[in-house]
């Protein structure tokens, strides 16, 4: 497949939590624990925020977490702030052809 | 970190190489990506090299269509056109990919971006 699918949009409030869904299949995240997820702020360069599907890197806030189930991987973030406002993207191991495959991508704005 | 060359604005028809130096950890044992995103749109990877043996794998859709090569003595990774299009116009990324095999682990660094704008 050529992306994994992401919904093109959530918000959420200050404080509140929100989950964004990467769905993928079983040749890719439902075959590895190899999804990453990161934030993009437009004019920067990404951010790594959770790997192996929930690993934190050092210095990630602990308001971020990821999930894996079946084909689908999870990036929750808890208590949100104005500053978690960016484009995210989860990306994932597609087997030894095509090898890297990112979801399309998902806004989040903070209400 | 990954320092990317600046900007670049081409005609149709003319070569590119743009470049990725590295510093602060050892260059050659790490793969670095290309990662494309056209205007608008979400990101795509588009290649992976290895600098220590310099191997090389690409999306398919890319293979044919770029170059993506690494020079261990000055420590910095490119991707090249032989002959841009319109289409190539994106903002291209370069990652530290970390794992043992390409495509195998999660993209640590990144460089700042390079914006490419062909047009004739």
């Known amino acids: 497949q050529s992306a994994l699918t992401q919904p093109a949009s959530v918000s959420g409030s200050l404080k509140q939590s929100i989950t964004i869904s990467c769905i993928g299949t079983?040749?890719?995240?439902?075959?590895?624990?190899?999804v990453s997820w990161y934030q993009h702020h437009p004019g920067k360069a990404p951010k790594l925020m959770i790997y192996?599907?929930?690993k934190r890197p050092s210095g990630v806030s602990n308001r971020f977490s990821g999930s894996k189930s079946g084909n689908t991987a999870s990036l929750t973030i808890s208590g949100l702030q104005a500053e978690d406002e960016a484009d995210y993207y989860c990306?994932?191991?597609?087997?030894?052809?095509?090898?890297?495959?990112f979801g399309g991508g998902t806004k989040l704005t903070v209400l | 970190q990954l320092v990317q060359s600046g900007g670049e604005v081409k005609k149709p028809g003319e070569s590119l190489k743009i470049s990725c130096k590295a510093s602060?950890?050892?260059?050659?044992?790490?793969?670095i990506a290309w990662v494309r995103q056209m205007p608008g749109k979400g990101l795509e990877w588009m290649g992976t090299?290895?600098?220590?043996?310099?191997?090389?794998t690409y999306r398919p859709s890319f293979k044919g269509q770029v170059t993506v090569s690494a020079d261990k003595s000055v420590s910095t990774a490119f991707l090249q056109w032989s002959s841009l299009k319109a289409s190539d116009t994106a903002m291209y990324y370069c990652?530290?990919?970390?794992?043992?095999?390409?495509?195998?682990?999660?993209?640590?660094?990144w460089g700042q971006g390079t914006v490419v704008t062909v047009s004739s």
């Open positions: 990652a530290r990919q970390k794992g043992t095999a390409a495509g195998g682990g999660e993209f640590d660094i």
């Open positions: 602060g950890y050892s260059f050659p044992n790490y793969w």
């Open positions: 090299i290895y600098p220590g043996d310099s191997e090389t």
């Open positions: 079983s040749s890719d995240v439902g075959s590895y624990n190899l």
């Open positions: 192996e599907g929930s």
């Open positions: 990306c994932s191991y597609a087997g030894s052809i095509t090898l890297v495959i």
